[in-house]
């Protein structure tokens, strides 16, 4: 089975990932991309908890991530790969070799240096630079916070 | 007499707001609890706010879903809160029950809200 979502979202495990896409798309896997999360115990365990029985959980290192990536491209479960930023995700697709085709932003909040695109979605001329990288590249960008709103596509978030 | 425990309720959207004022309703008691919501938050910026909410006063954080940002957020702060504790799946009746048990240890007072949240849940 394909990767169900690859997800970036500055909240990583949250209700919306869980609850709001875990649920229509049957997750089984939620992998959560994330050197700094992946590199301490206590950091692991919360976001472990929050994850619902019936889901199981993975919490790597990038490094890992791009090792693993073709494995969780042939998981018979549907798989949720968040990452908390563009940056680590637009690595993840280069390091993974076209396994992943399709980026979801589902969470870039408002921070110093950021411009609002919409509500969910603020980004820095630097993310702007890596979402037309990503779109040369022939990967399918859109920001849709839950699969009940409409896709936008990244070509109009870029203006 | 020691401190009485504060609480915090971090929810999605409206419902800690609306849990606040529905608990004032009821029971009379003002100032007990104080709302946070996620709307809008990264994690860094809900940390903020429940951190800002807690205010260095003893307490209990609500939240509303285990599966959260709300949840995650509490749980982060904890550890630099040792009078704090968190409680998950946040409902009206432990709410009423908490206001009206301030005076114990914010430990008792998280175990105490677990048992009368789980004992008001009930079907037909």
């Not at chain 1, 999360?37 to 692991?44: A, F, L």
């Not at chain 1, 890596?130 to 022939?138: K, T, Y």
Request: hydrophobic content about 45%; glycine content about 10%.
């Amino acid at each position: 089975m394909a990767i169900a979502l690859c997800r970036v979202d500055d909240r990583l495990i949250h209700g919306q990932v869980v609850i709001g896409w875990g649920g229509p798309l049957r997750a089984k896997l939620i992998v959560l991309v994330d050197d700094a999360v992946s590199g301490n115990d206590w950091e692991r365990d919360i976001y472990s908890l929050a994850v619902p029985k019936g889901i199981d959980v993975e919490i790597v290192s990038e490094a890992e991530a791009e090792q693993r990536c073709p494995e969780w491209s042939r998981d018979a479960r549907p798989v949720i790969i968040l990452t908390a930023d563009l940056e680590t995700m637009t690595r993840l697709v280069r390091g993974t070799g076209g396994l992943i085709t399709r980026v979801n932003l589902g969470g870039i909040h408002h921070a110093p240096g950021r411009t609002e695109r919409l509500r969910y979605v603020y980004l820095t001329q630097d993310d702007v630079d890596r979402l037309r990288a990503l779109e040369a590249a022939g990967v399918a960008v859109t920001a849709q916070d839950l699969p009940t709103s409409t896709p936008v596509p990244v070509s109009e978030l870029l203006g | 007499m020691t401190q009485e425990l504060h609480g915090v309720i971090v929810a999605h959207a409206g419902l800690a707001e609306a849990l606040v004022h529905a608990v004032e309703e009821i029971s009379g008691v003002r100032g007990a609890l104080t709302a946070v919501t996620n709307t809008g938050c990264d994690r860094t910026r809900l940390e903020e706010r429940v951190l800002e909410a807690i205010d260095d006063r003893p307490g209990v954080v609500f939240v509303d879903l285990r599966s959260g940002s709300c949840f995650v957020a509490a749980m982060r702060l904890r550890a630099g809160v040792p009078d704090v504790r968190v409680v998950s799946g946040v409902n009206l009746a432990m709410l009423l029950d908490f206001v009206f048990h301030r005076d114990e240890t914010p430990a008792e007072a998280a175990t105490r809200a677990g048992e009368v949240g789980v004992q008001a849940i009930a079907g037909g």
